[in-house]
């Protein structure tokens, strides 16, 4: 399977549209992502970020993503993730970016040089729970959501249906 930079874009590691043959993974080895490692879009929507999932299948990423490979000792990848999201190095990775038209991610000398700090692991995974909670919660005010837009559009129809009294 191949990544592609919607799946940075849209931070959904699930799906996918494109498959390669088995002979084409060993050629592009090189490329191969694995659980905990993080995409990133590169070109044009510059610096969103996805978290490869463990349950990941192999696969690869195009040439329109940078695969970042944390070191779990020092860094979880959510917190990498959210870190290089944050407005101030998407900021700079943006302004680092060089032409007139398309936006591009500047060269790797010069990502490799962004400064992000980084707390103790402790810190870290207390910011993963509460972000797990929060987005717990929001898929639960998603669910109601869809569930009062239902019940408006059907009171909407009886509505209009001249089926309310």
């Known amino acids: 399977m191949v990544f592609e930079q919607r799946n940075a874009i849209q931070d959904d590691c699930r799906s996918r549209r494109y498959l390669i043959s088995e002979a084409k993974y060993r050629e592009m080895e090189d490329f191969a992502v694995q659980a905990g490692d993080l995409i990133v879009s590169c070109s044009g929507t510059i610096g969103k970020v996805a978290v490869v999932p463990s349950d990941a299948p192999r696969e690869i990423i195009n040439q329109a993503l940078l695969r970042v490979r944390?070191?779990?000792?020092?860094?979880?990848?959510?917190?990498?993730?959210?870190?290089l999201e944050c407005v101030a190095v998407r900021d700079k990775l943006t302004g680092l970016s060089h032409g007139t038209g398309?936006?591009?991610?500047?060269?790797?000398?010069?990502?490799?040089a962004l400064c992000i700090r980084i707390p103790n692991l402790p810190l870290q995974q207390l910011l993963e729970e509460r972000?797990?909670?929060?987005?717990?919660?929001?898929?639960?005010?998603?669910?109601?959501?869809?569930?009062?837009?239902?019940?408006f559009a059907s009171l909407q129809h009886r509505a209009f249906a001249g089926q309310l009294s």
């Open 70 to 83: 944390a070191n779990p000792t020092v860094v979880a990848p959510l917190y990498l993730k959210h870190a």
């Open 131 to 151: 972000l797990a909670g929060a987005t717990r919660q929001r898929v639960l005010q998603d669910g109601s959501l869809r569930e009062l837009d239902a019940l």
């Open 102 to 112: 398309l936006r591009n991610f500047p060269p790797m000398s010069e990502v490799r």
